[in-house]
């Protein structure tokens, strides 16, 4: 099967090169990690080769931060072991560089699932153990470790209904791919069960839950909270409604919504961080047109940035953490278009009201623990989240309920890092 598939991947090579390579041309987030993620660029710090070495990969910046709990662990107790870092894409490289550089040896890109990109890039780290977190399944990279006698764990997994279904289609070939890893620690029973389904046996399987409700957790000071609010702008006695990891199609239903509460809090502010900060400026030209008084943070300490703002719209990464705790309402994004929902721990975390809409599939089981806890509400479209916001800026004491009753949530989840290191201390 693995020849198959190699096979298939240099036809598509072959087939689409006329596609590829205009697109590695044109786009600069591609042409930035394409010689990397090939193997043609250097990996920082030689590795030393009497040191034992854990790789630890994440796709994105989701994964990567979701990584955290167990990054800071893993570098806690294996202080005699190198810790390489890897990601696929541009933004998740540079907020694992914001968040990790001091906490491991090497950040580098994954290789491409080319053969001779994978072999390459393994050769160099030369790994005693992999943890792939969440997803980025690829079978020449599996096939290579289990070649090199590499144990390789897949945690905080979970398998989608849409997934699943799609995986039984090609079982045949699933069952192999899968069963090279030397440990599957699932999210939930559910995730352990379709796995299982899949035809792996329970001994590959361990639901160690998940590790978000393990981030960190570390308050913004009283301090800290006034410097961000001073550098946007915003009045003390002003609402902050933020909108988090936004998506194409949210921003202007967020738009709507903020309309008319503005009609009833004339002076409500709104924070809108796009998934995708190169985003940022037609996010704002959306807000303008609608005759709102818009900046981009990067232009906030600029001379002539005076003015009084109804928005600030975030255009870099790794600020948002903190933006929860400076807000007084959260909505998080990917939830009202089809794209699963981004993850509604971090405001819980912060002890923030959190909102979403009707696609969390990404984070099925999390939502509906907010949800029955009455930490969370979901909206359907502009007309419920202005109803919902309305209610919470309204009503302080309900609000505080809800945020406490999010943070409880997250705070009764937490353990799944400390499991996953006691597994992976048993194949070092």
């Known amino acids: 099967m693995i020849i198959l598939y190699n096979i298939l991947i240099f036809l598509g090579i072959i087939i689409f090169s006329p596609l590829i390579i205009p697109l590695i041309i044109t786009v600069d987030k591609r042409r930035q990690t394409f010689r990397p993620r090939m193997g043609w660029a250097s990996i920082p710090k030689p590795m030393d080769k009497n040191q034992k070495v854990i790789w630890l990969h994440a796709l994105s910046v989701g994964e990567m931060i979701s990584a955290q ?43 491409y699932d080319v053969l001779f990109s994978v072999k390459h890039i393994a050769r160099k780290i030369d790994p005693d153990l992999v943890i792939i977190v969440e997803s980025d399944i690829w079978p020449n990279f599996l096939f290579e470790m289990k070649r090199r006698n590499v144990p390789v764990l897949l945690v905080n997994a979970r398998i989608s209904k849409k997934s699943f279904d799609g995986y039984k289609r090609f079982s045949f070939f699933m069952k192999s791919v899968f069963s090279t890893f030397s440990k599957i620690c699932t999210q939930t029973h559910e995730d352990a069960y379709r796995f299982e ?14 590790i978000k409700f393990d981030q960190q957790c570390e308050p913004v000071s009283p301090a800290e909270i006034k410097k961000l ?59 303008t047109t609608a005759g709102f008084s818009v ?37 998080v994004g990917g939830s009202l278009v089809n794209l699963g929902g981004h993850n509604p721990l971090e405001p ?79 194949f070092l």
């Open 69 to 111: 709990p167990i990054i800071k662990k893993i570098k806690n107790r294996f202080i005699d072991k190198k810790i390489v870092l890897s990601a696929s894409t541009q933004t998740g490289f540079e907020i694992a560089n914001k968040l990790f550089l001091n906490d491991v040896d090497t950040i580098f890109f994954y290789p």
């Open 197 to 210: 389904k899949l035809g792996l046996p329970q001994s590959m399987l361990s639901i160690t839950g998940n």
């Open 229 to 287: 609010r001073r550098a946007m702008q915003i009045a003390p006695e002003q609402k902050i409604l933020l909108a988090g990891s936004t998506h194409p199609g949210e921003e202007a239903i967020i738009l709507d919504a903020f309309s008319m509460l503005k009609n009833q809090i004339s002076d409500l502010f709104l924070i809108i961080t796009p998934r995708d900060p190169q985003r940022a400026k037609s996010v704002s030209r959306i807000f």
């Open 295 to 331: 900046a981009l943070m990067q232009d906030l300490d600029k001379p002539d940035s005076g003015g009084k703002l109804d928005a600030v719209i975030i255009d870099r990464i790794g600020v948002l953490r903190q933006l929860y705790a400076v807000a007084d309402l959260a909505f």
């Open 348 to 426: 819980a975390a912060c002890c923030k009201p959190v909102l979403f809409g009707p696609h969390m599939s990404n984070f099925k089981q999390i939502a509906q623990m907010l949800l029955e806890s009455e930490g969370a509400v979901r909206i359907h479209d502009a007309k419920s989240l202005y109803q919902t916001a309305m209610m919470l800026f309204s009503n302080h004491s309900k609000s505080q309920r809800m945020g406490e009753n999010a943070f409880a949530v997250f705070r009764a989840n937490q353990g799944a890092a400390e499991k996953i290191l006691n597994i992976a201390e048993s």
